[in-house]
């Protein structure tokens, strides 16, 4: 088990952020990926009962948005108001993404705050006035080592493109201030010594590792070519790196020289979830600044990999990015926030394939999961005019099911909730819900339904209340990754209070059983997940 880091302070909230996203265009699936994952890790920790706190939000400074505004033919600040609000925070809502702030980088409670960071920095002697000259990657908005680019082909032949966007670079010249990071090196790598699981998964902490061996360089944070941004306190003429200006949120959010008390309470984040391709930005700039400035550094920066689709890291400038609701429209918003965390391991790259989520809603979540549901319902309906029985013909198949949950909640609360290992926590879930499928295949109430005996009604009663008993804990424990679904199964089952009482559904009862009463009015009410047809036009 990894260590949640600061979290665990007395009074501290658990502290989530996902990055703060470029409004140069609309969200696509690969956002949407990193932050239902941070949903679905704050609502599991909310379910344990603890105080959390879950920030995301919008990167709308640098060039890259400027040019997007220019080629619009509008101000920047109108265009990433209208992004935001048309866009942005109305997805944030479809997909049920229960953020506890939503920060804009434009927002006065942010700019202010990161020219009193910065201006600090300066006071300290840790920025210098110094010139540059490199290879610039708009789209991530980030100055290249000579040997990160490759070579062009066709149109770009004989041009040094970014690996990531696969665009020429631009050669930049300008007179900047600069952050001292070369003198953070064996500092960040003590830290992460002390420290293993500050940076997950293995394969990124390696590659941050590796990195500041070799050196670091230091970091020109400002710019003096544009003036979109935060302008640099003791000089107008430039404007605080976008990185910088970014990275900041998560400090400026929480409450940094403005309100000490709240700080104190959720500062630093326990969770950074990142995507890879930004991970030295949090995994070795961020720390180093928070060093600098004497703050606190964050428990960990957790990567996830790239979605990729025909091969490509989903992106806009690769013609890749799928609009979430292409998806919801036709699956349903539950079964896309399970399947983006059930199909692919956290921290590696994985394909998105329409085929592949269409074959396993089918499998697991039609006919294991909601085919469960239903059969339950109907039998107590059928057999019981829809009351949920008293189990008093127990056995050793209901003593296994009973140890089973047990071992499912301990399992997914571990690889959810501490490992951050969404993938095999899930999947604990859903083998324990074909093992109840089993047990009733196994058990035949059907078959035990004929015999009018008082022995026969109580064990028909046993196997019933055994399998709704298991739903409702399923419910329980499929709630921060499917909240709409699990509130229906929850209602259908007759159980109180309601699911989205949290405080008094935390995720050790899920495991406690008998925690349904019998006499509950079950209820077969809408199918969680119909089968669908093809999607239209396929």
Same mark, same amino acid.
């Given at each position: 088990? !990894?260590?949640?880091?600061? +979290?665990?302070?007395?009074?501290?909230?658990?502290?989530?952020?996902?990055? &703060?996203?470029?409004?140069?265009?609309?969200?696509?699936?690969?956002?949407?990926?990193?932050?239902?994952?941070?949903? !679905?890790?704050?609502?599991?920790?909310?379910?344990?009962?603890?105080?959390?706190?879950?920030?995301?939000?919008?990167?709308?400074?640098?060039?890259?948005?400027?040019?997007?505004?220019?080629?619009?033919?509008?101000?920047?600040?109108?265009?990433?108001?209208k992004?935001?609000?048309?866009?942005?925070?109305?997805?944030?809502?479809?997909?049920?993404?229960?953020?506890?702030?939503? &920060?804009? =980088?434009?927002?006065?409670?942010?700019?202010?705050?990161?020219?009193?960071?910065?201006?600090?920095?300066?006071? @300290?002697?840790?920025?210098?006035?110094?010139?540059?000259? /490199?290879?610039?990657?708009?789209?991530c908005?980030?100055?290249?080592?000579?040997?990160?680019?490759?070579? /062009?082909?066709?149109?770009?032949?004989? @041009?040094?493109?970014?690996?990531?966007?696969?665009?020429?670079?631009?050669?930049?010249?300008?007179?900047?201030?600069?952050?001292?990071?070369?003198?953070?090196?064996? @500092?960040?790598?003590?830290?992460?010594a002390?420290?293993?699981?500050?940076?997950?998964?293995e394969?990124?902490?390696?590659?941050?590792?590796?990195?500041?061996?070799?050196?670091?360089?230091?970091l020109?944070?400002?710019?003096?070519?544009?003036?979109?941004?935060?302008?640099?306190?003791?000089?107008?003429?430039?404007?605080?790196?976008?990185?910088?200006?970014?990275?900041?949120n998560?400090? =400026?959010?929480?409450?940094?020289?403005?309100?000490?008390?709240?700080?104190?309470?959720?500062?630093?984040?326990?969770?950074?979830?990142? +995507?890879?391709?930004?991970?030295?930005?949090?995994?070795?700039?961020?720390?180093?600044?928070?060093?600098?400035n004497?703050?606190?550094?964050?428990?960990?920066?957790?990567?996830?990999?790239?979605?990729l689709?025909?091969?490509?890291?989903?992106? @806009?400038?690769?013609?890749?990015?799928?609009?979430?609701?292409?998806?919801?429209?036709?699956?349903?918003?539950?079964?896309?926030?399970?399947?983006?965390?059930?199909?692919?391991?956290?921290?590696?790259?994985?394909?998105?394939?329409?085929?592949?989520?269409?074959?396993?809603?089918?499998?697991?979540?039609?006919?294991?999961?909601?085919?469960?549901?239903?059969? !339950?319902?109907?039998?107590?309906?059928?057999?019981?005019?829809?009351?949920?029985?008293?189990?008093?013909?127990?056995?050793?198949?209901? #003593?296994?099911?009973?140890?089973?949950?047990?071992?499912?909640?301990?399992?997914?609360?571990?690889?959810?909730?501490?490992?951050?290992?969404?993938?095999?926590?899930?999947?604990?879930?859903?083998?324990?819900?074909?093992? !109840?499928?089993?047990?009733?295949?196994?058990?035949?109430?059907?078959?035990?339904a004929?015999?009018?005996?008082?022995?026969?009604?109580? #064990?028909?009663?046993?196997?019933?209340?055994?399998?709704?008993?298991?739903?409702?804990?399923?419910?329980?424990?499929?709630?921060?990754?499917?909240?709409?679904?699990?509130?229906?199964?929850?209602?259908?089952?007759?159980?109180?209070?309601?699911? +989205?009482?949290?405080?008094?559904?935390?995720?050790?009862?899920?495991?406690?059983?008998?925690?349904?009463?019998?006499?509950?009015?079950?209820?077969?009410g809408?199918?969680?997940?119909?089968?669908?047809?093809?999607?239209?036009?396929?």
């Open positions: 088990m !990894v260590s949640t880091g600061s +979290g665990n302070q007395r009074g501290k909230a658990f502290y989530v952020s996902t990055p &703060i996203y470029y409004v140069n265009d609309a969200p696509h699936l690969g956002h949407a990926y990193t932050t239902v994952a941070g949903d !679905v890790l704050t609502r599991w920790h909310r379910q344990r009962g603890e105080q959390v706190w879950f920030l995301t939000g919008t990167d709308e400074h640098g060039q890259k948005v400027l040019r997007t505004a220019e080629a619009k033919g509008v101000a920047p600040q109108d265009w990433c108001d992004l935001v609000e048309e866009a942005w925070k109305p997805l944030w809502r479809h997909l049920e993404i229960a953020h506890d702030d939503f &920060i804009r =980088t434009t927002e006065k409670r942010h700019t202010d705050r990161v020219r009193e960071f910065v201006q600090d920095l300066y006071d @300290k002697g840790e920025i210098y006035k110094g010139g540059y000259e /490199g290879p610039y990657c708009v789209g908005e980030e100055y290249k080592l000579p040997g990160e680019l490759i070579a /062009g082909t066709g149109e770009y032949a004989g @041009k040094q493109l970014c690996p990531i966007h696969k665009r020429p670079v631009e050669i930049l010249k300008e007179e900047n201030y600069f952050f001292r990071l070369s003198e953070y090196g064996d @500092k960040l790598l003590a830290h992460y002390a420290n293993p699981g500050f940076i997950q998964p394969s990124a902490r390696n590659e941050v590792v590796n990195f500041v061996r070799q050196g670091l360089q230091d020109s944070i400002s710019r003096s070519t544009f003036d979109w941004g935060v302008p640099i306190p003791w000089d107008d003429k430039h404007v605080i790196y976008v990185w910088v200006d970014a990275l900041l998560y400090a =400026t959010a929480a409450g940094y020289n403005q309100d000490q008390e709240k700080f104190e309470t959720r500062f630093p984040a326990d969770v950074h979830l990142i +995507g890879k391709d930004i991970l030295r930005f949090h995994a070795v700039i961020w720390p180093a600044l928070l060093m600098a004497g703050l606190r550094l964050p428990g960990r920066v957790v990567a996830n990999g790239w979605l689709v025909g091969g490509e890291k989903m992106s @806009k400038s690769n013609l890749t990015g799928i609009s979430p609701r292409d998806i919801t429209s036709h699956f349903g918003v539950d079964a896309f926030r399970w399947y983006l965390l059930r199909a692919i391991a956290y921290g590696q790259d994985g394909s998105f394939s329409w085929e592949d989520l269409a074959a396993r809603y089918t499998s697991e979540l039609a006919n294991d999961y909601g085919n469960l549901a239903s059969r !339950v319902a109907a039998m107590v309906g059928r057999y019981f005019d829809g009351v949920l029985p008293e189990s008093s013909a127990d056995g050793d198949a209901e #003593r296994a099911i009973r140890d089973s949950l047990a071992r499912t909640v301990a399992e997914a609360d571990r690889k959810i909730g501490d490992d951050v290992e969404f993938q095999t926590g899930i999947q604990a879930i859903f083998d324990f819900i074909k093992q !109840v499928n089993g047990y009733i295949s196994e058990q035949e109430p059907w078959k035990v004929k015999d009018d005996s008082p022995q026969g009604r109580a #064990r028909l009663a046993t196997i019933l209340y055994t399998a709704a008993e298991s739903l409702r804990a399923v419910a329980v424990l499929l709630n921060p990754i499917m909240p709409a679904s699990s509130q229906r199964l929850w209602e259908s089952l007759g159980a109180q209070p309601s699911l +989205g009482a949290l405080a008094d559904q935390r995720l050790q009862d899920a495991g406690e059983w008998g925690r349904l009463p019998a006499g509950a009015t079950i209820t077969k809408a199918i969680l997940f119909p089968r669908l047809e093809d999607k239209p036009g396929a």
